[in-house]
């Protein structure tokens, strides 16, 4: 019922479709696979793709539904059915949307079509080795060549990095102004990158990769430029909204089944004569995951309505993935705990108390994400002061 309340009838529809797929196919068996043998679910991607699923964000004449709250549904089912197969979609869907709001109408034609279908993944590279939070600390440089940009620089953490068909790379192409100004964004097309390295996170993180690459001398087109020279920093900036709430909705999504997990396993386990979930012990820490768990749904599904109706929702989005972060932390931890000595040791438990505390940090940490939400509230506070 409270789903009716907060979905259309169209997103209902997307998201029983969505589940239907992901049901046949067997997702979260695939998820278990990977988890035992480590490999990259690009087929049941693009199987995605196939059956008219993805990227949902895209306008009609695209083959989308125009929707972000569609996008986030999607985030959410994956990262709840089969973590790697949403961790593709995460760097693919920020791709397609951003080239969706800013690129040209030749690139649009050149490249949604092939995302949209699956068969190109996409990554975007905007961190370095010594640029992380600080991105205005980059050191890629593009420097014109006659009908080209020649890239030349490092970028680190880049998750999908050595796996994508299309990435977003930024660059500075004037060092004479400040970055903010002089920092430019480039479709690159694979193959031409280096792969350094791919690294596996927090000891393991099947199914995925975060690469090191490298770009010696690469040329790209003129009209791989995206939106425009000089315009990185803003194109940047006003994607970022869009990044955090899907990744705060994949992460709502991987919550889910632990969630479950944490319930089916104190209603079966007995102990002192009766089933553990009768310890307030146990159920008051279910309490405070699916309460948690539920403010940061409600928060990722209000930035979405916000960012759909054109606003900009950067202290939105900045809260909706620290809710949702901390709150599958909580989650895992407290299922972790529960199950005791069998979830040090069993899937998905041990894997998700991983990748829970990775998700604190992607996307932005959630120190800035709480620098973020406080800058807005402080601006906000001196303009009504001013009125």
């Avoid at 895209?58 to 985030?75: D, F, H, N, R, V």
């Avoid at 060549?145 to 953490?157: F, P, Q, T």
């Avoid at 479950?260 to 386990?269: F, G, K, N, P, V």
């Amino acid at each position: 019922m409270e789903d009716e309340l907060l979905f259309s009838t169209e997103e209902s529809k997307y998201r029983a479709e969505l589940r239907d797929f992901l049901l046949r196919t067997d997702a979260k068996g695939v998820e278990r696979d990977i988890y035992e043998r480590d490999y990259y679910p690009r087929a049941l991607y693009k199987e995605l793709g196939e059956a008219g699923l993805l990227a949902p964000v895209l306008p009609s004449e695209y083959g989308g539904m125009g929707s972000l709250t569609c996008e986030a549904i999607l985030a959410e089912e994956l990262g709840a059915a089969c973590v790697p197969l949403a961790w593709i979609h995460s760097t693919s869907s920020y791709v397609y949307a951003t080239i969706a709001r800013f690129g040209t109408e030749e690139q649009k034609d050149r490249f949604l079509d092939a995302m949209r279908t699956g068969a190109k993944t996409g990554a975007i590279a905007i961190t370095e080795p010594e640029a992380g939070s600080d991105v205005m600390r980059i050191k890629t440089r593009a420097d014109p060549n006659g009908d080209s940009y020649v890239l030349n620089g490092e970028k680190r953490n880049i998750t999908n990095g050595s796996k994508a068909d299309i990435i977003i790379v930024w660059a500075l192409t004037n060092t004479e102004v400040e970055p903010a100004r002089g920092m430019s964004a480039y479709i690159v097309e694979q193959p031409g990158v280096i792969v350094l390295e791919d690294y596996k996170l927090l000891g393991g993180f099947p199914g995925t990769v975060n690469s090191h690459l490298k770009f010696d001398g690469l040329c790209v087109p003129k009209e791989n430029i995206l939106g425009g020279l000089n315009e990185g920093a803003r194109i940047l900036f006003a994607e970022l909204a869009i990044e955090r709430v899907l990744y705060a909705a994949m992460l709502i999504g991987e919550a889910r089944p632990i969630i479950e997990l944490a319930l089916d396993y104190s209603m079966q386990r007995e102990q002192f004569g009766t089933t553990i979930s009768r310890f307030e012990a146990v159920n008051f820490k279910v309490a405070d995951m699916v309460t948690k768990l539920e403010a940061a749904r409600l928060m990722v599904y209000h930035t979405t309505r916000l960012l759909d109706a054109g606003y900009s929702a950067e202290k939105e989005s900045a809260m909706s993935k620290l809710l949702a972060s901390e709150a599958f932390y909580e989650a895992a931890h407290n299922t972790l705990q529960i199950m005791g000595g069998r979830g040090l040791s069993e899937y998905p438990v041990e894997w998700a108390f991983r990748m829970a505390r990775l998700s604190m940090i992607p996307a932005g940490t959630n120190e800035i994400m709480r620098y973020i939400v406080q800058r807005e509230v402080y601006k906000a506070k001196a303009r009504k002061n001013k009125e």
